[in-house]
């Protein structure tokens, strides 16, 4: 089992829909979660990150958290075409919790 | 415009060359990251510093040889590096250790490829 999981897509989504990303993760120890999009041939940035339970809301992006099903969400309201990306799951795990493991990343396609 | 800088942006080197990548930032934080990431995959860790110090070498051939001169400054020495070497490298810092709930903000990255 790997330690992240996404589905790999694509997800495509109309312009101005919501568009829904899932992620799983294996370590119940972890605490910290994050969010990354990546264009093609560019690096991540990071556009939310979530530690506690619950819904965190920042502007169109909305992160969910249940540690209790190991599960974290990305929503993504009134997509646009500048969406369009890979969204990559992130979660510290390791003994220490100094480690930040990817998931093989969610590519999101956003139609006109 | 990312607040970590690598250099060079681009990088092609022979098998038996030794190089170098540089990655440097400003914003006064204490962990620093270097990650290798190839097409369509995502990042994987290759060594933590934490506090200047190395915090983890995720088991990284010798090949790759990692520096911290200082907190601003992380260095990757290359040598005798391999043809499935080539990737993108990412560097990556943190206000503090990740378990400090610190996220982690990368640089563009520098594009190695081994002739």
């Known amino acids: 089992q790997k330690e992240v999981e996404q589905n790999s897509g694509p997800l495509s989504v109309p312009e101005g829909a919501i568009a829904s990303l899932n992620c799983t993760y294996s370590?119940?120890?972890?605490?910290?979660f994050f969010w990354y999009r990546q264009y093609s041939g560019k690096s991540p940035e990071l556009i939310m990150f979530i530690y506690s339970n619950g819904d965190k809301e920042d502007g169109r992006f909305t992160a969910q958290l249940n540690k209790a099903s190991q599960y974290v969400s990305l929503l993504i309201r009134d997509s646009q075409p500048s969406d369009s990306a890979t969204y990559l799951c992130a979660v510290n795990t390791g003994a220490a919790g100094n480690k930040l493991t990817f998931g093989g990343g969610t590519r999101v396609l956003v139609k006109p | 415009d990312t607040e970590v800088t690598q250099t060079p942006k681009h990088l092609v080197m022979g098998m038996t060359n030794k190089k170098s990548l540089k990655c440097e930032q400003h914003?006064?934080?204490?962990?620093m990251y270097w990650y290798k990431q190839k097409a369509k995959k995502p990042p994987e860790l290759m060594f933590v510093?934490?506090?200047?110090?190395?915090?983890i070498n995720e088991s990284v051939p010798s090949r790759f040889s990692p520096e911290c001169p200082n907190s601003s400054l992380l260095n990757l020495h290359l040598h005798a590096l391999q043809p499935e070497d080539s990737a993108l490298y990412l560097c990556?810092?943190?206000?503090?250790?990740?378990?400090?709930?610190?996220?982690?903000?990368f640089g563009n990255g520098t594009r190695l490829t081994v002739t």
């Open positions: 914003m006064g934080h204490r962990a």
């Open positions: 990556a810092s943190s206000q503090g250790p990740l378990f400090d709930y610190s996220p982690l903000h």
């Open positions: 510093y934490s506090y200047e110090k190395l915090s």
């Open positions: 370590d119940r120890g972890s605490q910290s």
